[in-house]
């Protein structure tokens, strides 16, 4: 007999999350009977106190059902326009870009067709220089997939394999800088590769949920390859949008430098700032949306999959629609902020570098921390986009409600988070690389002529290093954004699993009991 979860009894028994969820007139039919309460742990023994700061305080949930759905009421397939202020912003800003962009590219074409440098390098884009392109993108490409079902079929393995590389290449290289005489940065090393290696006897109980989660997104990650085919192109679209950067950056130099005086202007000087706030406004702005829309997927496969609607049918163009529509104002806000952090950056530094001792040592002080402040806003944004997309909140109300996962879930989702990046970024490093490597040896045996004399290697080689590094990111993007909803979608609804995948519950469950409880 299938259970009604609206109801908070049934046959004179409690059902599960009755004591978290609020009954509901029109109950859903979902799976099979599931397990008794006192088995799935859901409902706090009676003795047990639940005041604040003594045992664990349940978690506010809200389970009622969509009657017109058979989906969670949060959830929200179609959700309003939120944050149109900053879109707003974000386009007039876009519009004065692009008008600069016209006149500073218009420069630049003036240079060089009165002859320029450039020739020097267009070896690069010879047939021998494209293929030395290709082997490297191969290889990060090839790499990328093998490691991808490795990490899937094995996951407890790669996650205490790269746990363990990771602590032997912050030894390896701390004592690499004390072989140099580089005392200092030698000892921090040092201290931080023993900082990591002890974390390994508080994080190893937490390994088991790790290895669930990264299994679980992997595995549906493979049913929607569409979220792979989205991420590479918003690499492309990085890369483009930076040479076209590059180029307005040379024009708006050869439109207001003085040669005579060979001084920055003042007007220079702003308007290099403003294009650097541009560029990491739109950057943001491109990789967020990416990092929406797959959040988007994973969360209509949480909600969806199983239920009585099942899932739609093309749930990664549907959950891009929305990024780039209801959800654009929330992600240009979310993106300001970090654009405003790193442009403040790019100033300090641009101080530190013309500055005396005393301003440069204000300027280092000032950017590390903002540099503190960006990582901790860009933590946040993860999750809160992640809010954006699954339940299609405004940005200051994501941001509210990921402070306080936070604050319920903190330690769990941190050291999650720490376990299965490191497993992405160790295999980003290795990546990037075989790439290299795979680069210098064809240029070593091949010999083309634009490296006659060997004066482009070092450089061939960073750049196949760069290639190989960006692809194995690209595919641990996916993974990332795909742990980082499940995570939320799992606190904040973990009877939505129970319903629609009991199963995937059940070994969550079991690795993460905590799932069904608050904060200890």
């Known amino acids: 007999m299938e259970p009604s979860y609206g109801q908070p009894y049934q046959n004179g028994q409690q059902q599960p999350y009755a004591h978290h969820y609020p009954p509901h007139p029109q109950p859903q039919p979902y799976g099979a009977q599931p397990p008794p309460t006192h088995q799935w742990n859901l409902v706090p023994e ?46 007039l800003q876009l519009a004065a870009f692009v008008v600069l962009s016209y006149f500073a590219i218009s420069k630049v074409k003036d240079n060089n067709g009165t ?89 190893k109980s937490r390994i088991p949920f790790a290895s669930v989660m990264l299994q679980t997104v992997t595995s549906i990650s493979r049913e929607y390859p569409a979220t792979f085919a989205l991420a590479f192109l918003g690499l492309f679209l ?113 101080a530190r570098g013309d500055g005396d001792g005393i301003m440069a040592f204000v300027a280092c002080l000032i950017d590390c921390i903002l540099a503190c402040l960006q990582g901790i806003a860009e933590y946040i944004n993860k999750y809160a986009f992640a809010q954006v997309a699954i339940y299609g909140k405004s940005y200051i109300v994501a941001a509210k409600d990921t402070w306080h996962i936070i604050q319920e879930r903190g330690v769990e989702q941190i ?29 070593h045996f091949a010999n083309p002529t634009f490296n006659a004399n060997g004066q482009f290697t070092l450089v061939i080689v960073i750049m ?3 290639m190989g590094l960006q692809i194995v990111f690209t595919v641990g993007t996916v993974i990332d954004s795909g742990v980082a909803t499940t995570f939320v979608c799992l606190a904040e609804d973990p009877a939505a699993l129970q319903r629609t995948k009991p199963e995937l519950f059940e070994r969550i469950r079991r690795t993460w009991p905590e799932v069904v409880q608050g904060r200890y």
Not at 135 to 159: D, N
Not at 245 to 268: C, E, M, N, R, S
């Open 46 to 91: 009676p003795h047990q106190s639940f005041s604040h700061g003594q045992g664990a305080m349940p978690p506010s949930y809200d389970g009622s059902i969509n009657p017109d759905t058979g989906l969670p009421t949060k959830f929200n397939p179609k959700p309003k326009f939120n944050d149109l202020w900053a879109l707003c912003l974000y386009l």
């Open 415 to 443: 050291i999650n988070d720490n376990l299965i990046g490191n497993v992405w970024s160790m295999a980003a490093i290795m990546g990037g690389l075989l790439s290299g490597l795979a680069s210098f040896l064809y240029i």
């Open 238 to 350: 990085q890369i483009v949008y930076s040479i076209y950067f590059l180029a307005v950056i040379a024009g708006a130099y050869d439109l207001y430098y003085d040669t005579q005086t060979g001084t920055t202007p003042v007007k220079l000087q702003v308007l290099i700032v403003f294009c650097f706030f541009s560029f990491y406004w739109t950057s943001q702005v491109m990789e967020n949306i990416i990092h929406t829309t797959i959040c988007g997927v994973y969360a209509t496969y949480y909600f969806m999959k199983g239920s009585p609607q099942g899932m739609t049918s093309s749930p990664t163009i549907e959950s891009l629609k929305r990024a780039c529509t209801t959800s654009i104002g929330s992600i240009c806000f979310g993106s300001l902020i970090i654009a405003v952090i790193q442009t403040l950056r790019f100033i300090a530094n641009m």
């Open 464 to 466: 196949g290093f760069v």
């Open 115 to 203: 002859g320029g440098p450039g020739g020097a390098t267009l070896g690069f884009f010879s047939v021998s220089g494209l293929i030395t392109l290709f082997i490297s993108i191969a290889v990060g490409a090839i790499f990328s997939i093998a490691y991808f079902f490795l990490t899937q079929a094995f996951p407890r393995q790669v996650i205490k394999g790269t746990f363990v590389l990771s602590i032997i290449a912050y030894l390896a290289v701390a004592l690499y800088f004390i072989y140099r005489r580089l005392y200092l940065p030698g000892i921090i090393g040092l201290i931080f590769g023993v900082l990591y290696a002890s974390m390994w006897w508080f994080w």
